[in-house]
């Protein structure tokens, strides 16, 4: 299957996407029928699911599953996005067309079932493409045009991502190594005609760029043949990381950190779940939580309920951090980290923070806006200071908004740090969140530690 499979892929997807919605709205809207005397007007009634439906097939195009290397967060995050987005232009249609034939509570039912079976559909549809393309199906024809490191590297991507679809057929070279001598199809002088006589569908070309007439020639007859030409640029001299690269007119400027929460976007999404996350918390679990702890933290030691301390935020800005207090009053607080067997710690303290309740004041620093519910977590300034001179990109992590819970927390580097090896694993985890977030990312991140807090966490002290 070649390069027809990937619109059959593309229009199962959306015939899928419109039958989930249809029916969706379908069962409701009879089910309905049996509680409602008064009928909407079945013409507008349809001219609105069919709006709908012709809303959603523009969504649907942002989505491309059929997209080779496309990871599922990456695609799920984008699903997500999309039916935000559907659901907020559904119940505008609703109200300006007033049609108060679904109640409240079958709305929400509706887009919730619709979520659920949109995001069901997905997974399946994505690992079934996956399946088919190991086996053979909806692969294209692939060659290398070039040798060294980053031909090993792009041909080492073909064979370890089958489930991808590139088919790799050889490469060519004006010399073949012993190396790649099984791969090797000839000269670089002999491309064109292979690719002519093979039907390749894609070139990639590890040529250095002082080759450029060479290059341009393999373009310009890839382009006049319909073979997708990709560069392979050698930056492993500068940088070994994912870079892009945007253009400010016809002048190509390289990036070389994706940071995905710079797109206005993704922000808006990201604070949008903070407020809505940190109101549910405040409103239906602190207060039933804080007359309790308010009393055994005052029955532990004297002082206040609440920790207060300055910590770095965003962009190197400074902001008070709220905590239950977890510790008797003390000098070193503002300079000493609680290691283990801290006697410091009372004893409702150390309950606390093995569940992470001394952090529930926290989402009063969310919903002002000078934290995240999920981001790298902040640090007092002291630790700050000391920490941007021994760690290599430590201040990378104040790119965005510190969090209460974060990717390193949930892959075990929370607690104590006075070891340099360790905080630069948790400043390495931060940095990928950053130039790898998504929203399912964030969904993630609660999800696991939400888990930590019941099953408890051994750095957790």
Known sequence: MM??????????????DLLIINLSFGVFAFLEHDKNEVLPDLWIYGFVLFSLNVVWFFLNQKQEIHERGKRIDKLLNTVTKSYILFILISMSFIAVFKLSYFSRESLFITFGILFAFMISWKFILFYFIRLARIAGFNYRKVIIVGDGAMADSIHDYFNKHLFNGFKFVGYFANESSEKHSAWYLGNVDQVKDYCEQENVDEIYCTLSLAESKTIYDLLSFSDNHLIRFRMVPDFSGFFNKKVSIDFYDNIPVLSVRNEPLGEMVNRIVKRSFDIVFSLLVIICIFPILFPVLALLIKLS???????????????????????????????????????????????????????????????????????????????MLKHTEEYSQLIDKFMVRHLVKPGITGWAQVNGFRGETGHDDRMEKRVEYDVWYLENWNFVLDLKIVYRTLFNMVVGEKNAY
């Not at 390069?3 to 899928?16: A, D, F, P, Y």
């Not at 070193?332 to 992470?356: L, P």
């Open 3 to 16: 390069g027809s499979g990937s619109q059959k892929i593309k229009m199962v997807n959306l015939i899928g």
């Open 301 to 379: 030691s004297k002082g206040p309920v609440f920790f207060k301390q300055l910590r770095t935020g965003k962009d190197n800005i400074e902001f008070n951090c709220y905590k239950f207090r977890s510790m008797t009053v003390n000098a070193q607080s503002d300079t000493m980290q609680a290691v283990k067997g801290d006697a410091r710690i009372t004893w409702i303290g150390k309950i606390m923070r093995k569940t992470n309740l001394d952090e529930l004041p926290q989402f009063f620093n969310v919903l002002m806006g000078q934290m995240s519910v999920v981001g790298p977590r902040p640090h």
